[in-house]
């Protein structure tokens, strides 16, 4: 009966042991961190600029009498970016609950949708205002990219909105949602996941979150210790990403200098003639590729096994 | 005659940048319907039928294929997919949170597969030689006419300028990534300026961003361009009336 | 208009600011010139990986662009169609982004094919050569499934062989003997969104990922490929041009001394000469020039303006 070579881990053989190594060791980070928070200890969290904008652009929006305009990016299902500008804008909601003033958020996913209604109803709920909440204030405008960007710059010039927020994934319909809204002269507060939207709401925002400061918001402004501990494993995480990198090219810079004489590939070292060492062949190189005769397991095959679909052929 | 309808849409959406107008909003509202129209097909055909529908009732044998069986636990599925529509009850809205939870779920555990496999090999390119393995020329040297064997010994070497690079590489990413720390309370004045240098190299990076965005808007435009003077008007319209 | 001239120049009309962009990217159109132009790295790089790829092989291709890019992405399918039908090789095509990309792939074949007709070449059928395996709703999810049980992933789906209704596209012969992802020597992406990343996170290391992007995406897909995630890619217009002239005159061919296109990491790459391999690109990158130029004068003129309303204030 004939053999065949299967790999453990299938799912992870691109990886390696290295990899799992290091996305537990991040895993474990974040889970030590929570049980920190959790256990009362006050970590530290340095200011972010943008985020002191938020009380700013809702004062002016109360003092106008006009509406705030939220929209969580356009996700294309429930992820944990749309989740996290819902947070976010569930502390907007807060404040404008307690100021009467009226808000609009506008959704491009339907499932988007049904965890901001729930979620905003509840801030409504816990203010102790529920009777100040207005279903419509919450809408699906459309899933269609443009359609969305139409649907929302109409709503932006129809409401003449005094703040709007922008938090979440967007693409090329940023600068629509921006310049329409620049326009009507709204304070602006924006931040977008996809780095090459981050320019444009740079130059057409009056405060933008950038990169992983979007991030870091939901855990600024509420505190909460889950958000706040996973905020901390996550710095504990790229501090040793820094450590590994200065480390790493310290390591390879002097190990290049040398000269070599065997060579490794998938795992399986053999002798060439000398030449001079590449970085391919160094330690961290070697390190993080992932070798391939780790974990193999033997399974027979049945010769007479037909995959279905193919018995008609 | 399809290009022409396709030139009087274009003429129209583009007619906004004037002002705004009624030519504008109908062919904007045409858009809507359209894009509308096709999702709703598309989310039958492509979605619900060929991922759902024929999988629990299988289908029948067709010239050359053989018939595939039903599988009837697909069935289950619909009881989830209703329960979203809870949110519109005031009562048992808690009951919407059911399928939103499975698939923040399943998106969550997928991101930690993925996160070594994509960030892992950047890591390692990024950890580059910073000093020159030889020292017998500032600059790599020309190539020109050089024999296989010299040019594999010069492209095995680092020259200075290269390792110049590879440093000003390195201390970017270093920068860049100790701006995003939240949680250390910087009190150095060495660890302050790095990260400021990281908020302008930043800055850099954006403006070149933004500056092959702007490109690319371009060319979407001279494509419009093409498309109504060249395809329509010079390829289209003149050898008609010319007659030819 | 009152005020002093820096104020005049920061005030421009826009209706006339949109007409001067308007006269900028139409009048060049209609007088072609050739821009001296050095190809990129990356860009040789694809057409190195295409071009190395052997005769009647297999390649999956997602196709995530639509009408909305087509300046870019249209030129960028095309040129690797017309490399892909010169290695004979066969495509198998999905997309994951829009609903609309598959029937806008195929549009753009059955394009290329009235072309080849007109000039007595062979086409390139549906089905024997290429099957629109269609569309598939969450891209995120669809790339994993494709990378982990391409079977499951594509299984119940079908195409049209010729005059006849449609059938499992596993039946057709671009997909015989494919079971898993590996079993393509090579995926292509043409997109104008993410699915690019999603591919690198699921596929990369498995089989080679080669991407032809829009120039927004250019800054995130070179990371990809300076990490070796991706084995090259074509971005935006710039990539549209170079794979033309890559196409027309290749690399180190003839030979390295008198080759229009060098390069000292490849070896010699064939390139095939033919009017036709002048597309998009050529038509539209010097055209792009005028429009840059354009701009940059506007800033310049706008900052100047700038400038001198602010002294204005002062005195």
């Known amino acids: 009966m004939p053999l065949s070579e299967v790999y453990i881990g299938e799912q992870y053989r691109d990886s390696g042991w290295f990899g799992v190594f290091m996305t537990l060791l991040v895993a474990a980070f974040v889970l030590v961190n929570i049980r920190r928070a959790r256990g009362g200890k006050d970590l530290y969290i340095r200011r972010i600029a943008g985020l002191n904008a938020i009380d700013e652009a809702i004062g002016r929006a109360t003092e106008m009498g006009k509406p705030v305009l939220m929209v969580p990016g356009l996700s294309d299902t429930i992820n944990a970016i749309a989740v996290q500008a819902v947070n976010i804008f569930a502390y907007v909601s807060r404040i404008a609950a307690r100021f009467a003033n009226p808000i609009l958020l506008c959704c491009y996913n339907a499932a988007v949708y049904t965890y901001a209604q729930e979620t905003i109803r509840d801030v409504y709920q816990s203010e102790g205002v529920a009777d100040r909440y207005d279903p419509d204030s919450v809408r699906f405008v459309s899933d269609r990219q443009f359609a969305f960007a139409a649907g929302v710059s109409g709503l932006i010039l129809r409401e003449q909105t005094a703040a709007t927020f922008f938090l979440g994934e967007f693409y090329a319909e940023s600068l629509i949602f921006a310049e329409t809204a620049n326009s009507i002269g709204a304070i602006q507060v924006a931040s977008s996941t996809e780095t090459t939207q981050t320019p444009f709401f740079i130059a057409a925002c009056d405060y933008v979150l950038i990169g992983d400061e979007f991030y870091a918001a939901s855990a600024y402004l509420t505190r909460q210790p889950v958000l706040v501990g996973s905020l901390v494993g996550q710095d504990w995480s790229k501090l040793m990403i820094i450590l590994m990198i200065v480390f790493g090219t310290i390591l390879n810079t002097f190990e290049i200098q040398g000269k070599t004489t065997s060579e490794r590939t998938k795992g399986v070292w053999s002798q060439i003639p000398e030449r001079n060492k590449k970085q391919s062949d160094t330690f961290m190189s070697q390190l993080f590729k992932p070798q391939l005769e780790k974990v193999k397991v033997e399974r027979p095959i049945d010769p007479n096994y037909v995959p279905e679909g193919e018995a008609a052929k | 005659m399809r290009i022409t309808a396709g030139v009087i849409a274009t003429i129209g959406l583009y007619s906004v940048l004037w002002k705004e107008n009624k030519f504008y909003r109908f062919f904007e509202h045409v858009f809507l319907g359209l894009a509308a129209g096709w999702t709703m097909v598309a989310l039958w055909t492509e979605t619900l039928k060929a991922n759902w529908w024929d999988k629990m009732v299988g289908t029948p044998a067709e010239t050359g294929a053989a018939a595939t069986n039903g599988m009837f636990a697909y069935a289950l599925l619909i009881p989830f997919g209703l329960m979203g529509y809870f949110v519109f009850s005031k009562k048992h809205n808690w009951i919407s949170r059911i399928p939103i939870g499975i698939i923040l779920g399943l998106w969550s555990g997928q991101q930690v597969q993925v996160w070594w496999n994509t960030y892992g090999p950047q890591i390692d390119a990024t950890l580059k030689p910073i000093l020159p393995t030889t020292w017998d020329s500032l600059i790599v040297p020309s190539t020109n006419g050089l024999t296989p064997e010299q040019l594999s010994q010069v492209q095995s070497q680092i020259y200075f300028s290269q390792a110049v690079n590879n440093f000003l590489f390195t201390l970017t990413v270093v920068s860049v990534l100790s701006y995003f720390l939240f949680s250390f309370e910087v009190k150095s004045k060495a660890v302050k300026g790095i990260n400021t240098m990281g908020r302008y190299l930043l800055m850099i990076g954006f403006g070149a961003i933004f500056g092959s965005t702007v490109m690319m808007r371009f060319t979407l435009l001279i494509d419009r361009m093409h498309f109504i003077w060249i395809e329509w008007l010079r390829d289209g319209v003149f050898p008609m009336i010319s007659g030819r | ?315």
């Open chain 3, 1 to 315: 208009m009152k005020g002093n001239l820096g104020e005049k120049l920061q005030s421009l009309p826009k209706p006339i600011l949109y007409l001067i962009l308007i006269l900028a990217t139409s009048i060049p159109l209609f007088f072609p010139t050739e821009v001296p132009n050095e190809p990129v790295e990356s860009t040789k790089d694809f057409y190195a990986t295409l071009m190395a790829l052997p005769e009647g092989s297999k390649v999956l291709l997602m196709s995530d662009w639509t009408g909305s890019t087509r300046g870019e992405s249209k030129g960028a399918f095309r040129s690797i169609f017309k490399i892909l039908i010169r290695r004979k090789a066969k495509v198998a095509i999905y997309s994951a982004a829009d609903p609309q990309a598959p029937r806008v792939a195929q549009d753009a074949i059955n394009e290329l094919n009235m072309e080849r007709k007109r000039k007595n070449l062979p086409t390139f059928d549906r089905w024997n050569d290429w099957v629109n395996i269609g569309y598939f709703p969450n891209a995120e999810a669809a790339i994993n499934g494709i990378a982990n049980d391409l079977k499951g992933a594509f299984g119940g789906r079908k195409d049209f062989p010729p005059n006849s209704p449609p059938r499992d596209v596993f039946q057709s012969p671009v997909l015989q003997g494919v079971t898993k992802v590996e079993d393509f020597p090579l995926m292509l992406v043409i997109t104008a969104s993410k699915t690019s990343n999603f591919a690198v996170e699921r596929v990369s290391g498995r089989t080679p990922l080669a991407f032809a992007v829009t120039g927004v995406m250019v800054p995130e897909t070179q990371v990809f490929y300076q990490s070796k995630q991706i084995v090259g890619y074509c971005g935006g217009l710039k990539g549209v041009y170079d794979l033309e002239q890559l196409m027309e005159s290749g690399v180190n061919f003839p030979d390295k001394a008198t080759a229009k296109i060098k390069s000292d990491k490849l070896g010699t790459i064939e390139g095939f000469p033919d009017p036709d391999n002048k597309g998009q690109g050529t038509r539209y990158y010097p055209t792009l020039h005028y429009a840059l130029a354009l701009m940059i004068i506007m800033i310049i003129l706008g900052n100047v303006g700038m400038f001198l309303a602010k002294r204005g204030d002062k005195s």
